[in-house]
């Protein structure tokens, strides 16, 4: 069973057109991450959420935002998305810091298509 | 649209030989390592990961050897399977920095049947 959902799997939205992608996980991990990947790149940390602690990567466009309701759900708003916003963003969790606790659970992403 | 990436390194391999992907780091105080395996279309899933304090640990059928002299870190995996093409990144964390592992540049494995 899938421990960490990401809806939708495909998302297409207009240039400058603001979009939500969810997450939510099962596993009952502190600690929520949002990755942007492009075509064969490492996946790129866009920010993270500690509990309800939130940590902005220092080269993550203010375009991109992130809200965490409850330790299950975390969502990452794009609020004008440009043609170079596409790509596949995955989000992922973990229990916490140290050792074992940085094993990161990654959802199947959603890829994004910008028009 | 995507902006074109960067090829990735390829290693091609046939099915049932063993099949050997390196990682070099930078990081002198890197302590933790992690392999992740992304097949397409899907998220990195963990593989396997080792500490510092070791160099070598073994899973079902993989094989994770580390060189801290030389800061290099391989992923052996035996008898490959066509199930094992994926692109494999390793991630490291650095002690006394972020508790989050920094992905490698990842290495496509293609198993030919």
């Known amino acids: 069973d899938a421990m960490v959902i990401q809806n939708p799997r495909y998302q297409v939205t207009q240039f400058g057109k603001p979009v939500t992608l969810s997450c939510s996980q099962t596993?009952?991990?502190?600690?929520m991450y949002w990755y942007q990947q492009k075509s064969s790149q490492a996946p790129k940390l866009l920010f993270h959420y500690y509990d309800k602690d939130f940590n902005n990567e220092a080269d993550t466009p203010d375009n991109f935002q992130s809200r965490r309701p409850n330790t299950s759900f975390c969502f990452l708003d794009i609020r004008s998305p440009g043609l170079g916003d596409a790509a596949m963003y995955l989000c992922?969790?973990?229990?916490?810091?140290?050792?074992?606790?940085?094993?990161?659970?990654f959802g199947a992403g959603t890829r994004l298509s910008v028009l | 649209g995507e902006s074109v990436g960067l090829h990735l390194p390829t290693l091609s391999v046939q099915e049932g030989d063993n099949s050997i992907i390196n990682c070099a780091y930078s990081?002198?105080?890197?302590?933790?390592f992690i392999w992740y395996k992304q097949e397409s279309g899907k998220g990195p899933q963990f593989i396997i990961d080792?500490?510092?304090?070791?160099d070598k640990r073994q899973g079902q059928r993989v094989t994770v050897l580390l060189n801290k002299t030389v800061k290099h870190l391989s992923l052996q995996i035996a008898a490959t399977q066509p199930g094992d093409s994926a692109v494999y990144f390793c991630a490291e964390r650095a002690s006394g920095g972020s508790y989050i592992p920094t992905f490698g540049r990842g290495t496509s494995l293609i198993v030919h049947p």
């Open positions: 990081n002198s105080a890197s302590d933790y």
């Open positions: 080792i500490r510092s304090n070791m």
């Open positions: 596993l009952n991990h502190n600690v």
């Open positions: 992922a969790t973990s229990r916490g810091s140290g050792g074992a606790k940085n094993i990161q659970y």
